[in-house]
Antibody, heavy 121, light 108 residues
């Protein structure tokens, strides 16, 4: 079945780094753009980053620009998020999500279960 | 940047009630508006895309309407499994997306 499984979360000190992974299965990963979305404890959803199907273009929220890098390996059906210079406010559940183009509109139709990142000393 | 607001922030309703949630964009976004449902501890689920199109597998009691800056998500007859938080999302400025702050629907 169509599935996204995140991994790599954990506890890291402020200023530290962490790399998240998202393994895709059940669909042609190399044909779809992919997103990272995060949710701080008790808060709403925040879009973090997007990468096109072939990795040719990447986009970031202002809150993570210059610190986070989204990438993908289509041969491994895996999406990544490299997070550097982490801050306490980056503490959140991080979800990967598949982008689906519905003709004139795109939305996030498949989500992973999320991985928790805690930035604390 | 496009800002999204939702009202109310929370509501209490009973099974069988008709529930309406409103989402407003800070500028016109045509019909580039999606709705998601999130239950506690779970990932969000796509309900409605392009303001009014029902995602495959979503019950027909869910409907969406609106265009421009004002949008509505309606649940025609609230079911026990519908108690959740609902988020709108603009896709007008794709691939930069913005979510609304959410509306929590709980049991009266």
């Amino acid at each position: 079945q169509v599935q996204l499984v995140e991994s790599g979360g954990g506890v890291v000190q402020p200023g530290g780094s962490l790399r998240l992974s998202c393994a895709a299965s059940g669909f042609t990963f190399s044909s779809y753009g992919m997103h990272w979305v995060r949710q701080a404890p008790g808060k709403g959803l925040e879009w973090v980053a997007f990468i096109r199907y072939d990795g040719s273009n990447k986009y970031y929220a202002d809150s993570v620009k210059g610190r986070f890098t989204i990438s993908r390996d289509n041969s491994k059906n895996t999406l990544y998020l490299q997070m550097n210079s982490l801050r306490a406010e980056d503490t959140a559940v991080y979800y990967c999500a598949k982008d689906q183009w519905f003709g004139e509109n795109d939305a996030f139709d498949i989500w992973g279960q999320g991985t928790m990142v805690t930035v604390s000393s | 940047d496009i800002q999204m607001t939702q009202s109310p922030s929370s509501l209490s309703a009973s099974v069988g009630d008709r529930v309406t949630i409103t989402c407003r964009a800070s500028q016109s976004i045509s019909s580039y508006l999606n709705w998601y449902q999130q239950k506690p501890g779970k990932a969000p689920k796509l309900l409605i895309y392009a303001a009014s199109s029902l995602q495959s597998g979503v019950p027909s009691r869910f409907s969406g309407s609106g265009s421009g800056t004002d949008f509505t998500l309606t649940i025609s007859s609230l079911q026990p499994e519908d108690f959740a938080t609902y988020y709108c999302q603009q896709s007008y400025s794709t691939p930069i997306f913005t979510f609304g702050p959410g509306t929590k629907v709980d049991i009266k």
